[in-house]
């Protein structure tokens, strides 16, 4: 089989390269997925920089956690999929339910990676995909996905139709929050410094939008408007200030936050509103059960900026890392 | 000012008479509302028929609990309503938050009523109508749409798009119900006993109707296309078995059950699913403000069935009564 | 190995006969545990009786759910045990966290029963025991040690220090709700129909008892009092009316119930106080790992009525069927 | 009736002088309470100096919020009190219950103080004592206690017994919130800068003490003992970093935080464990009520470090504000 690999202490995506490897094998309780189209996350060109999470690449790896594909074959003890089943792959896959397990996450380098033609996983590593998308629209929801839904819908304190999302940029998390908020009957304000992306979000249903460059102090911004019950803070520490400041009474602050690893914001701004900050880490298979029923039953469409072929992988990693991209950049088997 | 009431131990709303008496002043504390329209509870043809909680009226009485118009006057440390703004009355008056408050309940015969053409009620009795509602509109949430919301959104686990919901019947609670569960992104079940209502909620949004006539195990029926995660339960101690055996694991049954005083399910039904029963009494108003901002938001309309002239009450109760009852009877100041 | 087996279509604990089997061995994913005590629950003179969930037994077995021993062996793959660790069984060996996965439920005749000398479970399916505890302390917890903790704190609406408990009688859940609910800084109320059982749970800490006999009202009883914020309610169908009057406002009635198939309570008394009723099947290993965490910070002690050794295995159960029960009835290996 | 008052633009509690007033007469809706016994907190010393929220006072005022004593009488509509009644203080009057009502907030300068013989507040401001307590101890529970009770009950998410509680420093919210969290069964691991005050928290029941001074790396050390369910986070920015790395998963960082006004935490800790931090700001009246019966279950009595008589107020402060200061500092009339 075709699998694209980052060589070990890779620094950059323009170091991946074409491979043919022997096609893998389940063994009991995995199953073997024949991969149909992939997504790129933030965090995947941060593994191809060698900057993910504790550094480089020790060995020659196999990058990427999102794909979607059909069943090839299962191993002994695997009683609910089958030959043909559609899924789409768990960036965790042994978090099934309740608390975090998080040991092991696809795609790092040091768990299997899915850009191949094959992939052999943990069967509670798959999630059958909604019916009514294409293999390239479930590949957007493995990472980017179960982060918004998780983000929105997993916290202690429930998001309600008629409350309020703020959503930071224009990117896959950002873009599946706002189609996820808006199937679940609330308002969405959105942030750019593009005012074309802003356009576009307000085209896809963004009920307000503004430009941080021209408005600096976009959390008094929201503020004014009568705040929100949750940001989605993609931003990380650099952003936080604003969002907790755009805060509604019982607002949640969801912390995904991977673009600043160094100072933060004075946690103040959450005593006046008995607000919280919580941290975001994708989620379980089981949410993404409840997203993809969520998907399906209000025909939600995952926002796909640009498509690439298989044999193209580089370049779609370049889109991804460019002022151009919006929503996800995927890759498709053609 | 004109008023319709009811006469001391009074049987049937063929009693009700209308009156002319002193228009009421509000003391501390309190607002003068005008009333341009109202709507009619299942409840209050017990009232009137001296067969709600407790038994008949021990005096002549205004009746009804729902009602909307515009503020007529404010009363001393009122601050925040002014005259001309618009509002909907609230079912418990005094209860505005956290723990139920419910010994004042408008339209009982000890509490005020509001079928006059004034009332005087407790500033925190009122909440502001949802703007893009007219009075007819908004005079149908008081009881049935708080009612519908505390069901659907107010309980200890989140209801989040995706889920299901099902809803016995065609009156106020579950054409409501249907219209906020549709507006956040759920899936929606109807039952009915005639075919041509069931059309009408398919009309409206609902996913799958059954003849609970045809179908008597409606509950084996629901469970057999996965099962239910709520059941917004108005039929009581007589459907509360089948709501039972329609719900999925973590599922909730809504209790609102006003109709049948004996008898009631083994509750055994709720441990293989982990299921809860809660018991359901209108609600707050911050409910009430939260579901006003859900209907604002989605553009939700309640389902008016049929409007009659304020003169023309008796006939607004027996049609509420009738068989032909669908949704919302309202009455308009015209 | 020796071990207890009922015949297929077994009717009572007398047909009980004690076997000499083979030892079985670990699979991948499996351990092998060499049990030392064990408990009974009343579910186990059900399953003895042939009247437990869809009847008899279909073919030979080794009954019972709950024990604790040593890990005798593990299989490939079971990284977190080794030899030589104390654990103690999981009712549903599956279910370790999140929704209820109930398939298989240990001691029902499907599933692998315990009362032997050894058996093999899932990894997954037994628990590290409190270090403070004895084994036949720690056997009483699997099943109703498991659902004591579950009703009081595994619902959706925590128990805080200062609330109200309600057990009905002084078997081994009362008794273990008794000392959970204890430990946990609430105050805790008793019923029995025997003064000296009552007598008993005062000195075990219960702060007000009640004889059923003598009040059959004792839900009124306890709403004088001013009611109680949870019930666990293990009598079922047949004590729910009562357990449902004597709850305040928000309060849960916990129902556990496999007394009484028929009928039930007419649920409209949840309605006035805004109260749940929550069905209660066991818990998962999250939740025992929980209640070990509690058992050891709080010295909590469960109530040992009688030991019986090994080879006296049908006695323990004519003690646990017998008026004078109290607390758990435990097997040890001695 | 004397009072204490500060000037406007005090700098500093050697401002306060004690003067005659006239004795204030409760309105409608209003109760005088004739004090026993206050106590002092760290924004008492703030309000002093001229530096709580939005800088010194605009006028004499009389200052402190934290009070007890008997209802001496009750104005117009006040059914639920009555003379004599033993009460204390709510920091926020006219927080009952839900979400936050912060506008006022007793001995802020704006709203009333309570260093006085007699105060007139709303009725809905003051709570029955419980009845085992003091006047000294009741006066310890307005602020400090409900912010513990807050702090430790009244997140989204149930703390459990068994749980792990960190409090810092020894100061009036970190001991009482060691004595809450006893009494509901958790263990609580302190820190200070004294290794005498570290003492007392064991003999006050603390499981195990860390001196910040020489293990400036606290955090680190608390979670290679497990971690912590909750940090009650009293020092603010300059402590959050360290208290987030004690975390467990699903642990939550209660946030009150009055020392930092700048810079903060990087929230990436909360990632990992998918953790929350809440911002607390003291509680309701049914928090205080909840806190209560929790007091009185329990026999839960506030750790009084010093007593100072009603004359010697001053002196109060100076200890409060000294190096010597423990638990809470409190003023009694004698």
Redesign the interface.
Known sequence: MRAWMLPANATGFDQLRLRELEQPRPG??EVLVRLRAWSLNYRDLMVAAGKYMGGGLQADAIPLSDGAGEIAGVGAGVADLKEGDRVQTSFFPHW?????V?HVALGDGRAPGVLAEYVVLPATGVVPMAPSLSFAEAACLPCAGVTAWNAL?E?????????RVLVLGTGGVSTLTLA?AK?????VFATSSQDAKLAKMRNWGADRTVNYRTTPEWGAWAKELGGVDKVVEVG??GT?EQSMAALR??GELA???VL??????????????????????VG?T?MAR?????????GIRPMIGRSFAFTQAPDAYAHAAGPDSFGKTVIELG
């Open positions: 009991p309780g099934t339910d309740g608390a975090p998080t819908y916290g202690p304190r429930a998001l309600l139709p008629g409350m996820i199937a679940g009957g609330c308002e990380g520490a936080a009474t019982h912390f995904i936050g600043e690893p160094e100072g933060g914001p004075n946690p103040r701004g959450l005593m006046m509103s008995a607000a919280t900050m919580r941290g975001i880490f379980s089981a409840r997203l993809n029923a969520a998907v399906e039953v209000n």
